[in-house]
């Protein structure tokens, strides 16, 4: 039977070879707009990839202008969309009170069939967890991720006053020492710390490769400091969840109200799966959407490589164990937004190599899966395919969400620095 772990956790068994990695081409290029680092972290491979990928992108830009494609949206009124250690500590702890003031919201959804939704936070969860075998097939995990998180970063903004926009985090940043990043240090402008040690909690099994378990970090248990030391989790866990000696849901699909603490594991076994060597060799030895689309989910598993996870599924354990380690209720845990928008950064900087040829295309391996129950007839070009989010946002066109900047009607218009 297929499930979520097809695309997570059980990869092929077969024998793969990482794509070799190419020079990064100087760039003299010079921003139009701010542009602000955190001199800690000296620019890696992929952020000068990226660099040099915009003289690209302005002429990608100045194509859509003169044929009238752009729907308003310029390189000058693009939101930016920056790492996390890159903002101010003001900057992280305006956004990590927005994500707290979502928590405080009360739901929309149908409380019948979601008995345990407690917060507009919870919203999205709710739609993840009832969804997730849909938006991990092969048509949607961009696609659809692009439009999930950008919905998560409007209701943020729209509904609690947060004026920037949702960041992303760079792996390698954090690689070598994730508990004392700024991102998870457990200080007031991080998203929280590790959790306390649980013995019990052994890490993340990895079916097919070798080694096959990434190793437990240290942690397991209850969050103790930062901003989400106090989180309470509802939804959830379900029968996929990576957690130990978790309270039961009082529903078997794990919808009804389960209050407890968030529990974390920084680990570095997970996060070393996703330095910025395999993002390049994922960007740069990939000149087809499925050997990008297979590479980024580890498929097949690489050989002689000890952090053989794909950075799909790294950066999915950088830190989760419940909810976020759970594959269905994965988006309880605030570091998950994270995760998906720096994807959806490495997809934009491999679209961006050749956008006439790499905008629309999706892969072609793999079992699509309709967001809802086949209709009267599927459309026989995928990028036709309804996304429809159902409580989250209106329906939109797949090939709407391959596009950042003018897709959905102008709507998408933001870059990454």
């Not at 996929?240 to 699909?253: C, T, V, W």
Request: charged fraction near 20%; aromatic fraction near 10%; proline fraction near 9%.
């Amino acid at each position: 039977m297929l499930t979520i772990w097809s695309v997570l956790l059980l990869p092929s068994l077969l024998a793969g070879v990482q794509a070799a990695a190419v020079a990064v081409p100087f760039s003299e290029y010079l921003s139009k707009r701010d542009v602000t680092r955190n001199p800690n972290y000296p620019l890696d491979v992929v952020d000068k990839l990226e660099e040099a990928t915009m003289p690209k992108v302005e002429e990608w830009m100045a194509h859509k202008v003169a044929s009238n494609t752009n729907n308003n949206c310029t390189l000058e009124n693009a939101a930016i969309r920056r790492e996390w250690s890159d903002l101010s500590e003001t900057q992280r702890q305006e956004y990590t009170g927005a994500v707290k003031c979502l928590m405080n919201l009360p739901p929309t959804v149908n409380l019948t069939r979601f008995p345990g939704a407690m917060s507009r936070f919870d919203d999205f969860v709710a739609f993840h967890m009832t969804h997730a075998m849909q938006l991990h097939d092969n048509f949607h995990l961009f696609g659809a991720h692009k439009y999930y998180v950008w919905l998560f970063e409007k209701a943020l903004r729209e509904e609690c006053g947060y004026t920037g926009y949702q960041p992303y985090m760079n792996y390698d940043r954090y690689a070598e020492d994730p508990i004392n990043s700024p991102l998870l240090n457990g200080n007031a402008s991080s998203l929280g710390g590790n959790g306390a040690p649980d013995p019990s909690y052994k890490g993340v099994p990895q079916y097919g490769r070798t080694p096959n378990i990434i190793k437990s970090g240290g942690g397991g248990g209850c969050v103790t400091e930062g901003p989400f030391a106090d989180m309470v989790v509802s939804l959830g866990p379900t029968s996929m969840s990576m957690g130990s000696n978790l309270p039961k849901n009082p529903r078997a699909d794990g919808t009804g109200p389960n209050p407890r603490c968030l529990r974390r594991d920084v680990n570095r076994n997970a996060a070393m799966g996703a330095t910025a060597d395999r993002a390049f060799s994922l960007i740069n030895g990939n000149t087809e959407m499925d050997g990008f689309y297979n590479q980024l989910l580890g498929t097949p598993p690489p050989k002689n490589d000890s952090y053989p996870w794909g950075i799909h599924t790294a950066g999915h354990y950088v830190a989760a164990v419940d909810p976020g380690g759970d594959p269905n209720t994965s988006p309880g845990d605030p570091i998950f937004y994270f995760h998906h928008t720096s994807l959806d950064r490495l997809w934009w900087i491999w679209q961006m190599q050749d956008p006439e040829k790499r905008l629309n295309v999706v892969p072609m391996v793999g079992m699509p899966m309709p967001m809802k129950p086949r209709q009267e007839m599927d459309p026989e070009d995928p990028m036709d395919i309804i996304v429809d989010l159902e409580w989250l946002g209106p329906p939109i066109k797949l090939v709407e969400t391959h596009d950042q900047l003018g897709g959905n009607g102008g709507a998408f218009c933001y870059i990454y620095v």
